[in-house]
Protein backbone atom coordinates (compact mmCIF):
# COMPACT_ATOMS: atom_id res chain seq x y z
CA UNK A 1 0.00 0.00 0.00
CA UNK A 2 1.58 3.25 -1.06
CA UNK A 3 1.36 6.86 1.32
CA UNK A 4 -1.26 9.31 0.71
CA UNK A 5 -0.38 11.51 -2.29
CA UNK A 6 0.61 15.27 -1.85
CA UNK A 7 -2.58 15.85 -4.13
CA UNK A 8 -4.81 14.09 -1.23
CA UNK A 9 -3.30 16.38 1.41
CA UNK A 10 -3.73 19.64 -0.87
CA UNK A 11 -7.67 18.06 -1.41
CA UNK A 12 -8.07 17.96 2.52
CA UNK A 13 -6.60 21.61 3.11
CA UNK A 14 -9.02 22.85 -0.03
CA UNK A 15 -12.01 20.95 1.55
CA UNK A 16 -10.64 22.73 5.00
CA UNK A 17 -10.24 26.09 3.29
CA UNK A 18 -13.78 26.16 2.21
CA UNK A 19 -15.15 25.01 5.09
CA UNK A 20 -13.41 27.96 6.97
CA UNK A 21 -14.88 30.26 4.10
CA UNK A 22 -18.09 29.07 4.78
CA UNK A 23 -18.36 29.30 8.56
CA UNK A 24 -15.94 33.24 8.29
CA UNK A 25 -18.64 34.30 5.79
CA UNK A 26 -22.20 33.52 7.23
CA UNK A 27 -22.08 36.22 9.81
CA UNK A 28 -20.83 38.82 7.21
CA UNK A 29 -23.42 38.51 4.40
CA UNK A 30 -26.71 40.13 4.41
CA UNK A 31 -30.44 38.28 5.09
CA UNK A 32 -30.59 38.89 1.29
CA UNK A 33 -27.90 37.32 -0.76
CA UNK A 34 -27.41 38.00 -4.57
CA UNK A 35 -26.49 34.15 -6.11
CA UNK A 36 -27.24 34.93 -9.18
CA UNK A 37 -25.44 37.20 -11.87
CA UNK A 38 -26.05 38.02 -15.81
CA UNK A 39 -23.46 38.32 -18.26
CA UNK A 40 -22.73 41.61 -17.61
CA UNK A 41 -22.52 40.99 -14.04
CA UNK A 42 -25.87 42.15 -12.98
CA UNK A 43 -27.56 40.63 -9.96
CA UNK A 44 -30.68 38.65 -11.06
CA UNK A 45 -31.60 35.96 -8.83
CA UNK A 46 -31.26 36.11 -4.90
CA UNK A 47 -31.41 33.91 -2.02
CA UNK A 48 -31.67 33.85 1.86
CA UNK A 49 -28.09 33.46 3.29
CA UNK A 50 -28.53 30.10 4.65
CA UNK A 51 -29.60 28.29 1.88
CA UNK A 52 -27.03 30.16 0.07
CA UNK A 53 -24.13 29.01 2.19
CA UNK A 54 -26.44 25.70 2.57
CA UNK A 55 -26.23 25.44 -1.14
CA UNK A 56 -22.35 25.75 -1.10
CA UNK A 57 -21.77 23.33 1.51
CA UNK A 58 -23.77 21.01 -0.46
CA UNK A 59 -21.78 21.38 -3.70
CA UNK A 60 -18.26 20.85 -1.38
CA UNK A 61 -20.04 17.65 -0.10
CA UNK A 62 -20.25 16.58 -3.68
CA UNK A 63 -17.36 17.37 -4.79
CA UNK A 64 -15.47 15.53 -1.63
CA UNK A 65 -18.04 12.05 -2.66
CA UNK A 66 -17.18 12.47 -6.51
CA UNK A 67 -13.50 13.20 -6.67
CA UNK A 68 -12.47 12.26 -2.80
CA UNK A 69 -14.39 9.13 -1.51
CA UNK A 70 -14.98 7.52 -5.28
CA UNK A 71 -11.18 7.87 -5.93
CA UNK A 72 -10.73 5.73 -2.36
CA UNK A 73 -12.71 2.95 -3.29
CA UNK A 74 -11.43 2.64 -7.19
CA UNK A 75 -9.64 -0.33 -5.90
CA UNK A 76 -12.85 -2.29 -5.08
CA UNK A 77 -14.63 -1.41 -8.36
CA UNK A 78 -14.59 -4.21 -11.12
CA UNK A 79 -12.47 -3.23 -13.85
CA UNK A 80 -15.29 -3.91 -16.20
CA UNK A 81 -16.84 -0.36 -14.29
CA UNK A 82 -13.98 2.10 -14.92
CA UNK A 83 -13.85 3.96 -18.38
CA UNK A 84 -10.00 3.56 -19.13
CA UNK A 85 -8.23 3.75 -22.40
CA UNK A 86 -6.97 0.00 -22.98
CA UNK A 87 -8.30 -0.67 -19.12
CA UNK A 88 -7.79 -4.99 -20.12
CA UNK A 89 -4.11 -4.23 -19.94
CA UNK A 90 -3.92 -1.69 -17.43
CA UNK A 91 -6.22 -2.65 -14.76
CA UNK A 92 -4.58 -6.52 -15.39
CA UNK A 93 -3.42 -7.87 -11.67
CA UNK A 94 0.48 -7.15 -12.23
CA UNK A 95 -0.18 -3.40 -13.13
CA UNK A 96 -3.97 -2.76 -11.34
CA UNK A 97 -2.24 -1.31 -7.98
CA UNK A 98 -0.45 1.13 -9.52
CA UNK A 99 -3.21 1.98 -12.06
CA UNK A 100 -5.61 2.07 -9.38
CA UNK A 101 -3.33 4.85 -7.18
CA UNK A 102 -2.40 7.08 -10.69
CA UNK A 103 -6.43 7.27 -11.18
CA UNK A 104 -6.96 7.75 -7.34
CA UNK A 105 -4.48 10.64 -7.72
CA UNK A 106 -5.51 12.42 -10.84
CA UNK A 107 -8.92 12.34 -9.53
CA UNK A 108 -7.67 14.31 -6.33
CA UNK A 109 -5.96 16.60 -8.66
CA UNK A 110 -9.32 17.62 -10.42
CA UNK A 111 -11.16 17.95 -6.94
CA UNK A 112 -8.41 20.18 -5.91
CA UNK A 113 -8.74 22.26 -9.25
CA UNK A 114 -12.34 21.91 -9.05
CA UNK A 115 -12.14 23.18 -5.54
CA UNK A 116 -10.18 26.14 -5.83
CA UNK A 117 -12.82 27.12 -8.70
CA UNK A 118 -15.71 26.88 -6.64
CA UNK A 119 -13.90 28.96 -3.76
CA UNK A 120 -12.81 31.95 -6.25
CA UNK A 121 -16.21 31.66 -7.73
CA UNK A 122 -18.09 31.74 -4.13
CA UNK A 123 -15.65 34.82 -2.88
CA UNK A 124 -16.58 36.67 -5.49
CA UNK A 125 -20.08 36.23 -4.97
CA UNK A 126 -19.74 36.67 -1.66
CA UNK A 127 -17.58 39.68 -1.76
CA UNK A 128 -20.11 41.41 -4.44
CA UNK A 129 -22.77 41.08 -1.30
CA UNK A 130 -20.86 42.42 1.69
CA UNK A 131 -18.55 45.27 -0.44
CA UNK A 132 -19.92 49.25 -1.50
CA UNK A 133 -20.06 49.96 -3.69
CA UNK A 134 -20.66 45.80 -4.96
CA UNK A 135 -18.74 45.24 -7.79
CA UNK A 136 -18.55 41.76 -9.28
CA UNK A 137 -15.31 40.05 -9.35
CA UNK A 138 -13.76 40.90 -13.10
CA UNK A 139 -11.70 37.83 -13.42
CA UNK A 140 -14.67 35.68 -14.19
CA UNK A 141 -13.53 35.02 -17.63
CA UNK A 142 -9.90 33.94 -16.91
CA UNK A 143 -10.46 31.91 -14.03
CA UNK A 144 -13.00 29.61 -16.40
CA UNK A 145 -10.65 29.83 -18.84
CA UNK A 146 -7.86 29.06 -16.64
CA UNK A 147 -9.93 25.96 -15.24
CA UNK A 148 -11.32 24.34 -18.90
CA UNK A 149 -7.34 24.76 -20.25
CA UNK A 150 -6.72 22.92 -16.37
CA UNK A 151 -9.50 20.30 -17.55
CA UNK A 152 -7.69 19.81 -21.05
CA UNK A 153 -3.85 19.14 -19.79
CA UNK A 154 -5.74 17.26 -17.16
CA UNK A 155 -7.77 14.49 -19.44
CA UNK A 156 -4.48 14.58 -22.03
CA UNK A 157 -2.34 13.27 -19.30
CA UNK A 158 -4.66 10.74 -18.57
CA UNK A 159 -4.32 9.05 -22.14
CA UNK A 160 -0.11 9.42 -21.76
CA UNK A 161 -0.52 7.72 -18.63
CA UNK A 162 -2.42 4.84 -20.64
CA UNK A 163 -1.17 4.59 -23.91
CA UNK A 164 -1.98 1.67 -26.54
CA UNK A 165 0.05 -1.48 -25.10
CA UNK A 166 2.57 -2.09 -27.32
Sequence with gaps: MKSRSPSFYLFILLLLLAIFHMVYSYPLLTDLVASHFDAAGQPNGWMARGPFIALYAGVVALLTIVFCIMGLFIRKVPPHLINLPYRDYWLAPERREASCFYLQDWMLQMGSATLVFLISIMHGVICFNIEQP??????????IGAFLFFTFVWCIRLFLRFPKPA
Excluded: N, P, S, Y
Aim: charged share 10%; proline share 0%.
Design 134 to 143: AVLFRGTGWL
